[in-house]
């Protein structure tokens, strides 16, 4: 019934910009935080870029100055703006929800970047 769809990932040249999204319905009542995590092929998990519910943001070091992970709260609604890509982005993004009880996850979109 709580359902994430992601939406903007692809095939991107270096230095190039994607802006990924993440719809949000269903009953998620006390939302903690949102956010995006990433995994790539011979790596494990990492959390990219989350947002509180009072707004403060964290992201991972290697996207500070990039990224920038942003919500709309009428939409239900988390995006991640992704500039200046480099090849080491190349991973698949989840995005999530998170409250007390559960998280809840995207399907994945993929994020190639790649000359």
């Known amino acids: 019934q709580v359902q994430l769809v992601e939406s903007g990932g692809g095939l991107v040249q270096p230095g190039g910009s994607l802006r990924l999204s993440c719809k949000a319905s269903g009953n998620i009542f006390r939302i903690n935080s949102m956010g995006w995590y990433r995994q790539a092929p011979g790596k494990q998990r990492e959390l990219v870029a989350a947002i509180a519910s009072a707004g403060s943001t964290n992201y991972l070091d290697s996207v500070k100055g990039r990224f920038t992970i942003s919500r709309d709260n009428a939409k239900n609604t988390v995006y991640l703006q992704m500039n200046s890509l480099k090849p080491e982005d190349t991973a698949v993004y989840y995005c999530?929800?998170?409250?007390?009880?559960?998280?809840?996850w995207g399907q994945g979109t993929q994020v190639t970047v790649s000359s």
């Open positions: 999530y929800v998170r409250n007390l009880r559960s998280d809840y």
